[in-house]
């Protein structure tokens, strides 16, 4: 069965370009699923590569996402106009939640190796609220955006950045190891 990936609002280079992003995660998981080996001691997270590691993805995705907005969504003169500056400004309070996310990051890579249970659920109760605050900021810009382009592109918008976050997501997920 073919699947018209336009359909799913994405170009055939973005989906490609996505899934150079996540395929290599993807077979290293899979080949560690099928392949049982002793388990090595998991090095401790390296806080500079770590920031290195998180501000690369970040840049990468950034540096695309509006070609691939550009791509995808089909704006008129005063949609376009509307647009863009409403997204900057989205862009600037993820950023925010990005950042807390950055930081809670660092926080687990810090306490890694002697991390208690009282950390751990505070850990799980920061990043809980981190991805409520992202949604909520999802669904206040979801009507900004209603307000000046169809609910139809609105929604193609948040297809399309939810599914550049998932690369980040799981790009970082791959970096960081288990709690022990």
Known sequence: MKTDIRANGLSRSSFL??????????????LAETQPAPAPAEPEP?????????????????AQKSLVIAQNLTFTDAEAEEFWPLQREYELELG?????????????????????????????????????????LKRKYFKLFSRVIPAVKAARFFQIENQLNMAIDLRLAGALPLIK
Do not use: W
């Open 96 to 136: 925010k939640l990005l950042d807390e996310r950055y930081d809670l990051v660092l926080q687990f890579a810090r306490d890694y190796g002697t991390m208690t249970d009282a950390q751990a659920t505070t850990l799980a109760h920061t990043a809980f609220g981190i991805e409520e605050k992202r949604t909520k």
């Open 17 to 30: 370009r996505t899934l150079a992003l996540a395929a290599p995660l993807c077979a290293t998981r899979l």
């Open 46 to 62: 390296d806080l500079g590569n770590l920031r290195a590691f998180v501000e690369l993805a970040r840049s990468d995705i950034r």
